[in-house]
């Protein structure tokens, strides 16, 4: 395994907190998986065997819905993990995960994670914090759908990609704009018109890039009264 990959593996939440000796012991059993764009990781309802943390690209956990609509559970990118509550459980996946991008992921074997966690219980608390950030997340999520306008959401996602805390910002969008628009609860249609929305507030976008006029004001947009932004949308 390249040294970079160890050390991002050494950084991502679900093995910070693991010692040196059993981090070293459960790398030593892991794999590099590779996948294409497009290519499907594990299907919905298949049994769990392993977790994953992103070492190059995006990977989507999404649903089917039992009138075939697509629902995007999450996006994850470089030292993100994946898989770990279900896996522990040896049960299925309640979703399916795909490669967004061409990506490569480390790949450990449940089974592995669940010996040291048996010999070593304080292993466990890696993988509660993994899976507190993965709730936290959805938790967001929610709030974000019931609390925010397309716009004001569509605004943070770009804000949370922003490489710059202040001042004009050029934001690359990381996958296509449909993956960005189930992502975010929407509709493609209403992701253009979010998108529209968002030139009054300093808002432009070619292509894949999104250019901000000023993070500071956008920010100020995200956080605004939803009652006030709803009247405004």
């Known amino acids: 395994m390249k040294q970079e990959y160890l050390a991002l593996a050494r950084r991502s939440l679900l093995l910070a907190s693991v010692p040196e000796n059993i981090f070293g012991e459960l790398l030593a059993q892991a794999h590099i998986r590779s996948f294409d764009r497009g290519a499907t990781i594990f299907l919905q309802g298949e ?5 994953y943390i ?58 592995s994670f669940l010996r040291i966690i048996r ?45 710059c805390p202040t001042g004009t910002c050029e934001v690359t969008l990381p996958y296509d704009k449909a993956l960005i628009a189930g992502r975010l609860g929407m509709k493609p249609e209403s992701l253009s018109r979010a998108f529209g929305r968002l030139k009054d507030h300093g808002v432009t976008v070619r292509q894949n890039v999104a250019h901000i006029q000023d993070v500071a004001t956008l920010r100020e947009y995200v956080e605004e009264d939803p009652a006030l932004a709803w009247s405004k949308a």
């Not at 049994?47 to 977790?51: E, F, G, K, L, T």
């Not at 030292?79 to 992921?105: I, M, N």
Request: proline residues 4%.
């Open 47 to 51: 049994r769990a065997s392993a977790i």
């Open 54 to 111: 992103v070492a190059e690209g995006w990977v989507k956990l999404y649903r089917i819905a039992p009138n075939g609509a697509e629902a995007v559970v999450g996006v994850f990118t470089r030292g993100s993990s994946f898989g770990e509550a279900v896996a522990f459980r040896h049960d299925s996946y309640p979703v399916a995960a795909e490669a967004v991008t061409d990506c490569t992921l480390i790949r450990i074997e449940a089974d």
């Open 119 to 163: 010999e070593s219980p304080e292993v466990a608390i890696s993988m509660l914090s993994a899976t507190f950030a993965h709730l936290h997340s959805l938790v967001a999520q929610i709030e974000q759908l019931k609390a925010q306008t397309g716009a004001q959401r569509v605004a943070e996602f770009l804000l949370d990609l922003a490489p």
